[in-house]
């Protein structure tokens, strides 16, 4: 199976400089490719670079992570709080971590996922600190509340 990932056509750097308008308006629908000499540049709009970098860099970190749970080490590098959930809560990560990351492909925002990530983590820190857990799950009188 062959994935193609630009299938524009190239152009000389005399090209883009004869017609830049032309191409610049192109490059903010769909990459322009740009050739000079043994060079081959691409021209792409923000947005989309933002995308594709992000998606390789979760990409990257959730693959790393699922190949950490297939072998199933003990402790995770991608994620070292891990070992403070329990086997209940490190799968209900992995699901929403793998659901996360398909929704901002779709809509790319990105920010979901640092979201879910410092959530989770959260949740590690307490469950790693039994008096942090014991002082936040701690029944208060209505009465001891400080307004704000």
């Given at each position: ?72 080490l003990k402790e995770s590098r991608v994620f070292p709080w891990l070992k403070y959930l329990t086997e209940e809560n490190s ?38 600190s039994p008096a942090l857990s014991r002082e936040l799950t701690a029944k208060e009188k209505p009465s001891e509340y400080v307004?704000?």
């Amino acid at each position: 199976m062959a994935i193609t990932f630009l299938s524009d056509d190239f152009i000389n750097s005399k090209e883009l400089r004869n017609n830049q308008k032309h191409w610049l308006d192109k490059a903010y629908q769909s990459p322009v490719s740009i050739r000079s000499g043994d060079k081959k540049l691409v021209l792409l709009n923000r947005e989309k670079a933002r995308d594709v970098f992000l998606t390789n860099y979760y990409a990257q970190m959730i693959v790393e992570f699922c190949q950490e749970r297939s072998v199933a080490l003990k402790e995770s590098r991608v994620f070292p709080w891990l070992k403070y959930l329990t086997e209940e809560n490190s799968q209900q990560f992995h699901r929403q971590l793998l659901a996360c990351f398909n929704e901002a492909i779709k809509t790319g925002d990105w920010l979901a996922i640092d979201e879910l990530l410092d959530d989770w983590k959260a949740t590690a820190e307490v469950a790693a600190s039994p008096a942090l857990s014991r002082e936040l799950t701690a029944k208060e009188k209505p009465s001891e509340y400080v307004g704000l």
